[in-house]
């Protein structure tokens, strides 16, 4: 136990984990959890670093599924290759576990690389684990196979993100899909993983129905399978609703832009709203940065015309609007970024507050919900809005 990760407690606020459970006050020892509310009391007198959590809500600290954590892009050359993640990057944004991923590149971009910076990010204090794999199918590994780099590589959670749908994907046919998910599932079994199968969609007619037509042919269920971005058009975001009503899990991007609102993205915001009205439950939906990966629009012939990058705020952000704008109560909207991709990634001491947890917390300001403190693995990293452990080239 490091001296920056001894003993905490944070005062005052109100808590959500993500349900409700009113104003009490919080102790971590370590990396953990240890007491909530009345059997804090008695350690008042102690010489304990404190956090004033007045006028706030603590929270759990967000889980990001998928990010970009070596930069991503190169749709249009070299130079359009996006920079990698930073710490304050994370931090500012309130995201204290993310899973990195390679996209369309996976050539200049490679899985010792991201693996490397998993490893990296963990030693400056947050908790980063990996995909393997990319769009492209056969997949590329770290060792000989998918499910070789799920059990023998403690950071490998699943496989990913594996593109369909998209100009961009290998078009990989349902016999590969199938093979490549069976291994994945094997894999995480015989680890004790999520073995998940994270999916690219593209805008792309077929949409969804690859993983339907591995489904129907195969004994696999729906849920092996985490498609993103199915907040890309309105068609799409229709075939996810039908995907989640035959009992699979849809994951929306956060990271937008105006340009690419206009050209049929839908916000979080709106999404959410739309698959509950569906009657799909808040359970079966989670939220994604796409953090640091390009974010491209092609024109009608796939030429790129434009590109920006995705945000590691975009979760607070979403979160601001989901409860600020369009009036959700805090603890659903606190779902799709915390307790919900931690039961889907099979993290069990992630994305809740609760005693033996791990001390992943944020301190949000109730008017406005800014950032106020940020705590990850027990450890202070943003204090009073300004960060306060920085990485090595922060």
């Not at 979760?315 to 704008?325: D, F, G, P, S, Y």
Request: glycine content about 12%.
């Amino acid at each position: 136990m490091s001296a920056d990760t001894m003993m905490l407690v944070i005062d005052g606020g109100e808590i959500f984990a993500p349900q409700p459970l009113g104003e009490l006050s919080i102790l971590t020892a370590g990396e953990r959890v240890a007491a909530l509310g009345a059997d804090v009391a008695g350690l008042r007198g102690l010489p304990l670093e404190r956090l004033c959590a007045d006028d706030c809500y603590v929270v759990p600290g967000f889980v990001d599924g998928l990010t970009h954590i070596t930069g991503g892009g190169g749709e249009g050359g070299f130079a359009t290759r996006t920079p990698e993640m930073r710490l304050t990057d994370a931090v500012l944004g309130g995201v204290t576990t993310m899973v990195g991923a390679l996209g369309t590149d996976a050539i200049t971009q490679t899985l010792p690389a991201l693996l490397a910076k998993a490893r990296a990010l963990e030693s400056e204090g947050l908790t980063c684990y990996c995909y393997t794999g990319s769009y492209q199918v056969p997949v590329r590994t770290l060792l000989s196979t998918v499910q070789e780099d799920i059990v023998l590589v403690d950071r490998f959670v699943g496989v990913g993100e594996v593109a369909i749908s998209d100009h961009r994907s290998s078009h990989p046919s349902c016999h590969e899909l199938t093979r490549l998910a069976s291994e994945a599932r094997v894999g995480g079994m015989l680890a004790g993983k999520a073995g998940i199968v994270m999916i690219h969609t593209g805008d792309a007619d077929t949409r969804l129905t690859p993983l339907l037509d591995v489904v129907r042919q195969s004994a696999l269920p729906l849920t092996q399978f985490w498609p993103t971005h199915i907040n890309r058009s309105s068609d799409l975001l229709q075939a996810g609703i039908d995907f989640a009503q035959k009992g699979g899990v849809i994951d929306f991007t956060a990271s937008t832009t105006p340009d690419l609102i206009a050209a049929g993205d839908i916000p979080c915001v709106q999404a959410l709203s739309a698959v509950l009205e569906a009657g799909v439950s808040v359970e079966q939906v989670t939220f994604t940065t796409d953090g640091h990966a390009s974010l491209p629009r092609f024109d009608a012939q796939g030429q790129l015309i434009g590109l920006q990058i995705g945000r590691m705020d975009s979760l607070l952000t979403t979160l601001r609007q989901c409860v600020l704008e369009a009036g959700f109560a805090l603890g659903t909207a606190l779902l799709p970024i915390t307790q919900n991709p931690a039961e889907r990634l099979k993290l069990p001491r992630k994305g809740r507050l609760a005693v033996g947890a791990d001390a992943d917390l944020l301190v949000l300001e109730k008017r406005t919900l800014a950032l106020r403190h940020v705590v990850a693995r027990g450890r202070v990293m943003l204090r009073d809005g300004l960060p306060v452990c920085r990485g090595y080239f922060d």
